[in-house]
């Protein structure tokens, strides 16, 4: 295949159809990125990367294609495209540095305010002289604005787009909206925020971004779950014994105290990122691969969890968090938790969902850590080396690996355990992983919100944890001091070990090297 093919190829991926009365329409239109915030750090280190990597694969054609950039901020183009140039590294580019000029000419700042008319009309005339250059014609232009502000100026942002920034959709063009976590800080909040958003866009115009979906891991899970026979009869009560979903990280709230307080990892972490991997994990098989069924069955998930109780919960925060002038002396923010969640259907009553989150640790990872039940009428008396574990790494280092007994190669019947490892790396030697942002841009531009949380998604969500988020909040319950560097507190090891779980001693796994 030539690059032009190549280039065409990518091209048309990039295009979709939509229904318009009895007749299919092709999306022919020019599109428009919007990002919101730009001058901010979420835009220069993860919206304007994700874009320049689409762009360097040809998802984003530069003579459909133009990027705005809207914040507060009083900038000029140039100066806006100076700030986001060090973060535009791509290893998927023949010539990176002529690449990056080109991406960066693609950019136009406008400077106005998050809540007035004044910003927002001179960015859609911005935005129609681009339309109208590209010869687009009227309803078939496609506009994508993307929030990477604080959910506070959300409600304010949504009535300027809706009021001054709409275009026309009768020849397949469309509006639609990137919003980032958090959603709200409860389940009061975040139906408010829904509400006001609801009222101003349709639930297909809202994208309610959650970058965990698109790490590639995290999507291989429903093809590991549904494409491969020898897991359907293993992935139920009668042979797990329980779940772990971990993230890790080794390094503290790092000058972003002040913001981190207001929310806590429960917040941050476990209410968003590892309960959509649970429900990924817990759910059943959806009729079909269409957005709407598996969402339809993450609900279902999330509506069969029983209300959390206080003594299968453990919190922690790491010592030196409070010496962080921007956080209170008196904070009772977590930095560390372990949650156990119980699912009360046919395949899971009775397994433990251990979520666990901290930071300060001793490492970092975010992993899925499966563990079987103990083998009956172990003849090998090989139940003190550990029990058979089915381990998805999600970062660093993607892998897959099943920990399982072995015969220790030799002239002795012993055992020893071992694995089965599929490390990504070693696997797929020059294949560049996406970024979990780029994958979630384009599935939006392509319409597709398999890989986003919706409405009723998002309310299940927040019941689980408001109850004990408000017990928190109120001081009913108190994170242990932990050392920085360790493991967390020593209560959430016995916790774990309660709820079943048995660790393995004697056995690391080591990624493979090349």
């Given at each position: 295949?030539?690059?032009?093919?190549?280039?065409?190829?990518?091209?048309?991926?990039?295009?979709?159809?939509?229904?318009?009365?009895?007749?299919?329409?092709?999306?022919?239109?020019?599109?428009?990125?919007?990002?919101?915030?730009?001058?901010?750090?979420?835009?220069?280190?993860?919206?304007?990367?994700?874009?320049?990597?689409?762009?360097?694969?040809?998802?984003?054609?530069?003579?459909?294609?133009?990027?705005?950039?809207?914040?507060?901020?009083?900038?000029?183009?140039?100066?806006?495209?100076?700030?986001?140039?060090?973060?535009?590294?791509?290893?998927?580019?023949?010539?990176?540095?002529?690449?990056?000029?080109?991406?960066?000419?693609?950019?136009?700042?406008?400077?106005?305010?998050?809540?007035?008319?004044?910003?927002?009309?001179?960015?859609?005339?911005?935005?129609?002289?681009?339309?109208?250059?590209?010869?687009?014609?009227?309803?078939?232009?496609?506009?994508?604005?993307?929030?990477?502000?604080?959910?506070s100026v959300y409600p304010s942002v949504c009535r300027m787009i809706r009021r001054y920034c709409m275009n026309k959709s009768n020849l397949g063009g469309w509006t639609r909206i990137v919003v980032e976590k958090p959603f709200g800080r409860d389940l009061g909040s975040a139906e408010e925020l829904s509400s006001q958003i609801g009222e101003l866009f349709d639930e297909p115009q809202i994208y309610r971004i959650d970058h965990y979906?698109?790490?590639?891991?995290?999507?291989?899970?429903?093809?590991?779950?549904?494409?491969?026979?020898?897991?359907?009869?293993?992935?139920?009560?009668?042979?797990?014994?329980?779940?772990?979903?971990?993230?890790?990280?080794?390094?503290?709230?790092?000058?972003?105290?002040?913001?981190?307080?207001?929310?806590?990892?429960?917040?941050?972490?476990?209410?968003?990122?590892?309960?959509?991997?649970?429900?990924?994990?817990?759910?059943?098989?959806?009729?079909?691969?269409?957005?709407?069924?598996?969402?339809?069955?993450?609900?279902?998930?999330?509506?069969?969890?029983?209300?959390?109780?206080?003594?299968?919960?453990?919190?922690?925060?790491?010592?030196?968090?409070?010496?962080?002038?921007?956080?209170?002396?008196?904070?009772?923010?977590?930095?560390?938790?372990?949650?156990?969640?119980?699912?009360?259907?046919?395949r899971w009553e009775g397994v433990p969902f251990i979520l666990k989150a901290g930071k300060a640790l001793n490492s970092r990872k975010a992993e899925i850590r499966v563990q079987f039940k103990d083998v009956p009428g172990d003849i090998f008396k090989c139940k003190k080396q550990g029990r058979n574990e089915f381990v998805i790494r999600l970062q660093p280092s993607e892998a897959m690996y099943m920990k399982l007994m072995v015969k220790?190669?030799?002239?002795?019947?012993?055992?020893?355990?071992?694995?089965?490892?599929?490390?990504?790396?070693?696997?797929?030697?020059?294949?560049?992983?996406?970024?979990?942002?780029?994958?979630?841009?384009?599935?939006?531009?392509?319409?597709?919100?398999?890989?986003?949380?919706?409405?009723?998604?998002?309310?299940?969500?927040?019941?689980?944890?408001?109850?004990?988020?408000?017990?928190?909040?109120?001081?009913?319950?108190?994170?242990?001091?932990?050392?920085?560097?360790?493991?967390?507190?020593?209560?959430?090891?016995?916790?774990?070990?309660?709820?079943?779980?048995?660790?393995?001693?004697?056995?690391?796994?080591?990624?493979?090297?090349?």
């Amino acid at each position: 295949m030539g690059s032009g093919e190549w280039c065409l190829q990518k091209r048309d991926s990039f295009k979709s159809e939509t229904l318009v009365g009895n007749e299919t329409v092709p999306e022919i239109g020019c599109l428009s990125i919007i990002v919101l915030g730009a001058s901010g750090d979420l835009a220069k280190k993860k919206t304007f990367p994700a874009l320049f990597h689409l762009y360097c694969q040809g998802f984003l054609p530069p003579n459909e294609v133009h990027i705005f950039g809207y914040a507060r901020t009083k900038i000029s183009d140039d100066e806006l495209r100076n700030r986001i140039r060090g973060y535009l590294v791509s290893e998927r580019s023949a010539s990176p540095s002529k690449d990056v000029s080109k991406f960066l000419q693609l950019i136009k700042y406008v400077s106005g305010s998050y809540d007035a008319a004044e910003g927002f009309q001179t960015l859609d005339m911005e935005i129609s002289k681009h339309e109208t250059s590209k010869n687009s014609l009227e309803g078939s232009s496609r506009r994508l604005f993307y929030l990477a502000l604080p959910p506070s100026v959300y409600p304010s942002v949504c009535r300027m787009i809706r009021r001054y920034c709409m275009n026309k959709s009768n020849l397949g063009g469309w509006t639609r909206i990137v919003v980032e976590k958090p959603f709200g800080r409860d389940l009061g909040s975040a139906e408010e925020l829904s509400s006001q958003i609801g009222e101003l866009f349709d639930e297909p115009q809202i994208y309610r971004i959650d970058h965990y979906l698109g790490k590639e891991l995290v999507q291989n899970l429903l093809v590991l779950r549904f494409a491969n026979r020898f897991f359907l009869p293993l992935w139920n009560r009668d042979n797990i014994d329980n779940v772990q979903i971990v993230f890790r990280e080794d390094f503290g709230t790092e000058g972003r105290g002040g913001y981190f307080d207001e929310y806590g990892i429960i917040r941050d972490i476990i209410q968003n990122h590892l309960l959509q991997v649970l429900c990924l994990v817990a759910m059943e098989k959806p009729v079909s691969l269409k957005p709407e069924h598996i969402r339809d069955e993450k609900v279902k998930v999330l509506q069969s969890v029983l209300p959390i109780k206080d003594e299968e919960v453990v919190l922690g925060q790491y010592e030196g968090y409070r010496d962080d002038p921007t956080v209170p002396d008196h904070s009772n923010t977590p930095t560390f938790a372990t949650v156990i969640l119980r699912i009360h259907n046919e395949r899971w009553e009775g397994v433990p969902f251990i979520l666990k989150a901290g930071k300060a640790l001793n490492s970092r990872k975010a992993e899925i850590r499966v563990q079987f039940k103990d083998v009956p009428g172990d003849i090998f008396k090989c139940k003190k080396q550990g029990r058979n574990e089915f381990v998805i790494r999600l970062q660093p280092s993607e892998a897959m690996y099943m920990k399982l007994m072995v015969k220790q190669p030799g002239l002795e019947m012993s055992t020893v355990q071992s694995e089965l490892d599929l490390s990504y790396r070693q696997r797929y030697q020059g294949v560049t992983i996406p970024e979990a942002y780029e994958r979630l841009i384009l599935d939006t531009i392509r319409g597709d919100q398999q890989h986003f949380v919706r409405r009723d998604e998002l309310k299940a969500a927040w019941e689980i944890f408001t109850p004990l988020l408000h017990r928190i909040d109120n001081g009913e319950m108190n994170p242990i001091p932990y050392q920085a560097g360790s493991r967390g507190p020593a209560e959430a090891d016995e916790l774990l070990e309660k709820a079943g779980y048995v660790q393995t001693h004697g056995y690391i796994w080591i990624p493979p090297t090349l």
